[in-house]
């Protein structure tokens, strides 16, 4: 599965965005698992939101729910986040990743696929 993510940009406190993820390969992106992760400059890569393949369930990091919604249009084979009311802190490089599995994970490592990110500005 290829990955490619684009929606990024720069936006005001408040604001929204919505980031895409493009998928190829032979692959369904209804079968695997989806995530969002983010990396600020100097900060690890952390968990935004993930989607489990098959059910589809959803889970947020705390900072991410009631802000962030992830869906997936499998028709489009597109992974969506959209970002709403973003604070400065929001600033980071967000990127599109899948499992091989459908089971849902928080942790990067257990993602096997990635995209090359997108970046996201958001000013005060």
């Known amino acids: 599965v290829q990955l490619v993510e684009s929606g990024g940009g720069l936006v005001q406190a408040g604001g929204s965005l919505r980031l895409s993820c493009a998928a190829s390969?032979?692959?369904?992106?209804?079968?695997?698992?989806m995530g969002w992760f983010r990396q600020a400059p100097g900060k690890e890569r952390e968990f935004v939101a993930g989607?489990?393949?098959?059910?589809?369930?959803?889970e947020y990091a705390d900072y991410a729910s009631g802000r962030f919604t992830i869906s997936r249009d499998n028709a489009k084979r597109t992974v969506y986040l959209e970002m709403n009311s973003l604070k400065p802190e929001d600033t980071a490089v967000y990127y599109c990743?899948?499992?091989?599995?459908?089971?849902?994970?928080?942790?990067?490592?257990?993602?096997?696929?990635w995209g090359q990110g997108t970046q996201v500005t958001v000013s005060s």
């Open positions: 990743a899948g499992r091989a599995v459908f089971g849902l994970s928080r942790i990067d490592g257990d993602y096997f696929y």
């Open positions: 989607l489990r393949g098959i059910s589809g369930n959803t």
């Open positions: 390969g032979r692959t369904s992106i209804s079968t695997i698992a």
